[in-house]
């Protein structure tokens, strides 16, 4: 396992990135949405370095490679309960990766009427990238590999690690990639 980022730089990069959501939005009504598991983490902190009041909600998606959820369909397990109706929303999750998960959450949400819908992910890795979206703010480029730590999990282990590192194993397959 090697670090790619550690938390020092992580909380740098969260800072900043608050800074310009903070821009962004402002004068408008934000709510914050979460997808968890992943999100929890860099959620809790990017919503305390945001500088305006905003609601908070979390959603659970099947991931892509489950038994339950054959590839490319995306179940929501879990939806929010706030009503985003006319208000900004922020889609914020661990990893853009396919994108497939978020932007197939993101053209649901859109059916609820909210004044618009952007994402922030963590990291952006583009290398596997199908959809057609991009995440409008994120933390750190990759091009491809898997990373844990920061709320990213590898078969549900590392999340709580403090750093985001990169997990050198080729024993990685589509089960346990979500
Ligand atoms: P997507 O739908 O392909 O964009 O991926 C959605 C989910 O796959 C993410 O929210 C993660 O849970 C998982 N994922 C993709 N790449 C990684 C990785 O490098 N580390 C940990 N989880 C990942
Ligand atoms: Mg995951």
């Given at each position: 396992m090697k670090v790619i980022h550690p938390a020092h730089e992580i909380a740098q990069r969260v800072k900043t990135l608050a800074q310009e959501i903070t821009k962004t939005y402002s004068g408008c009504e934000l709510t914050v949405i979460g997808i968890l598991k992943g999100s929890f983490i860099f959620l809790s902190d990017l919503v305390r370095a945001i500088d305006m009041p905003v609601q908070i909600d979390f959603a659970t998606l099947s991931s892509y490679g489950n038994a339950d959820c054959p590839q490319g369909e995306v179940k929501i397990l879990h939806d929010i309960k706030l009503n985003i109706t006319g208000r900004h929303v922020l889609l914020v999750d661990d990893i853009l990766d396919t994108g497939e998960s978020l932007s197939a959450y993101k053209r649901y949400l859109e059916q609820k009427g909210p004044a618009s819908v952007r994402i922030c992910t963590m990291v952006n890795k583009t290398h596997?990238?199908?959809?057609a979206i991009q995440p409008d703010f994120y933390g750190f480029l990759i091009e491809d590999g898997f990373v844990v730590g920061y709320g990213l999990d590898y078969a549900e282990q590392?999340?709580?690690?403090p750093d985001i590192c990169v997990?050198?194993?080729?024993?990685?397959?589509g089960e346990e990639y979500a």
């Amino acid at each position: 396992m090697k670090v790619i980022h550690p938390a020092h730089e992580i909380a740098q990069r969260v800072k900043t990135l608050a800074q310009e959501i903070t821009k962004t939005y402002s004068g408008c009504e934000l709510t914050v949405i979460g997808i968890l598991k992943g999100s929890f983490i860099f959620l809790s902190d990017l919503v305390r370095a945001i500088d305006m009041p905003v609601q908070i909600d979390f959603a659970t998606l099947s991931s892509y490679g489950n038994a339950d959820c054959p590839q490319g369909e995306v179940k929501i397990l879990h939806d929010i309960k706030l009503n985003i109706t006319g208000r900004h929303v922020l889609l914020v999750d661990d990893i853009l990766d396919t994108g497939e998960s978020l932007s197939a959450y993101k053209r649901y949400l859109e059916q609820k009427g909210p004044a618009s819908v952007r994402i922030c992910t963590m990291v952006n890795k583009t290398h596997r990238r199908s959809a057609a979206i991009q995440p409008d703010f994120y933390g750190f480029l990759i091009e491809d590999g898997f990373v844990v730590g920061y709320g990213l999990d590898y078969a549900e282990q590392y999340r709580a690690l403090p750093d985001i590192c990169v997990l050198e194993t080729n024993s990685i397959d589509g089960e346990e990639y979500a």
